[in-house]
């Protein structure tokens, strides 16, 4: 995206919660420590001009007023994080409060933005810019943006220590139904015990997990420009790509993006490719977790085989098979071994840069979590996304938006001179069916 328009911040202050909160340090799981090095994950929804002409429309006391609310279940979004006494990170859950900025911009409306590209931009504009190396930094921070057009944006950004998309989800869906519907408003109460995703003692880590675990983000510096395109597979075609496989969404589609980057990239028949994705472990340990559990509860698993054997006319559903496979081995006892192996392993605390091997795709699924269910009071988004896809190798897929008529959006961040090959694969591979 070019630099297209400017915003001007004209509030910020601090909302805390709208009661007393308990005051304490919140110890952080081996899952959440993972993430030490990744900061903020940066969200925004696009929201169009109300056609009532509502004269409320989005009433900033009314969105402060919900959030104060919204932190007092959630009140750890309302701390800071801090270092404890025995060097370990952790959230001081001291009630100092959410950052919320208000916005305006004179020259942009929602339909400059109507691509809803991540970029580098796109979160310059519409996210709060938070430092994560500062010393006790904002655990959750919001901006909202009003447009030229009437239009509105909500932007978050919320450290990856204390959430994954999962928890987030849950905090936005408490805000939302406490500005919709003030004290009337039925919340299911988060889960704080993270000692649920302790290190056993001693750790044990069996063998035969090491085999699917990727503990490290193995990332470097780009053998050249990096950029982000998005594309969009219609119902159609995702159900044709789940017909061939006999698989879930995320596993059909995810083998189709894993061939046609191979085949992109023009990766040597007798390479190593590496498929990794985050899996959500909340229902796959003994006993589960419990359904709200609020904190990183998400390992990542990683399967790898010959470029031929990925790529090979008509094996799209032995690919899929392999990713379903990958995921069915996933038990308490892996999911212990991976927490085990994250409590011994050291935190690399510098920032996460760069790009993964040419050889590596990494896919994210936000698949079925309620983004367009962001209803405030004055309707459900047009588009809600991760503001800004910044890491060479990885690919995002999101539901698409009722607008879009349904289907997978993927968000694909790549090298730059292989995404147009990409996208021809893509497309082609499921007008002909060469699967």
């Known amino acids: 995206m070019d630099r297209i328009g400017e915003v001007v911040v004209a509030e910020s202050c601090l909302v805390t919660p709208s009661t007393e909160t308990p005051r304490r340090a919140l110890w952080l799981s081996p899952l959440d420590l993972f993430y030490a090095n990744r900061g903020h994950i940066p969200l925004v929804s696009f929201y169009r001009p109300s056609s009532s002409g509502a004269t409320d429309f989005f009433d900033v006391t009314r969105l402060k007023t919900a959030l104060s609310k919204a932190l007092v279940p ?5 701390g800071r994080l801090d270092v404890g006494q025995d060097s370990r990170l952790q959230i001081n859950c001291d009630g100092q409060g959410a950052l919320f900025l208000v916005a305006h911009t004179s020259s942009l409306t929602v339909e400059d933005l109507s691509d809803f590209k991540p970029s580098p931009e796109l979160r310059r504009l519409l996210v709060p810019h938070l430092n994560s190396a500062e010393a006790a930094p904002i655990i959750c921070a919001i901006q909202v943006t009003f447009f030229r057009c009437g239009g509105v944006a909500i932007g978050a950004a919320l450290h990856h220590l204390a959430v994954d998309g999962n928890a987030a989800s849950y905090f936005f869906r408490a805000w939302t139904a406490f500005c919709r519907d003030g004290e009337r408003a039925v919340v299911d109460l988060p889960c704080h015990d993270r000692a649920l995703l302790s290190a056993r003692e001693p750790p044990v880590v069996r063998p035969d997990a090491l085999s699917i675990l990727c503990p490290s983000l193995n990332l470097s510096e780009a053998s ?66 419990p359904d709200r559990y609020f904190g990183n509860a998400v390992i990542i698993l990683a399967t790898a085989g010959k470029t031929q054997d990925i790529i090979a006319p008509g094996g799209l559903a032995s690919v899929a098979g392999r990713i379903r496979g990958l995921i069915g081995r996933m038990d308490d006892e892996v999911v212990r071994s991976a927490v085990d192996q994250l409590e011994v392993a050291k935190i690399d605390g510098r920032p996460a840069r760069g790009s993964l091997p040419a050889t590596d795709l990494r896919v994210i699924s936000w698949l079925g979590m309620p983004l367009y269910d962001m209803d405030f009071r004055w309707g459900k988004p047009v588009a809600a996304l991760r503001a800004e896809s910044n890491y060479g190798g990885f690919v995002h897929l999101m539901d698409a938006s009722p607008q879009d008529g349904g289907g997978v959006r993927v968000i694909a961040c790549a090298e730059a001179a292989i995404l147009s090959d990409f996208k021809r694969l893509l497309y082609a591979n499921l007008q002909h069916s060469v699967l």
């Open 74 to 78: 959630f009140y750890p979004l309302a």
């Open 224 to 289: 050249g420009p990096v950029a982000t395109e998005v594309f969009l597979l219609g119902k159609d075609h995702v159900s044709a790509l789940k017909r061939i496989c006999g698989a879930t969404t995320f596993c059909a589609v995810s083998a189709h993006m894993w061939r046609c980057m191979c085949l992109a990239r023009r990766l040597l028949p007798g390479s190593t490719t590496r498929l990794v994705f985050p899996a959500n472990v909340r229902r796959s340990l003994n006993p589960p977790l």
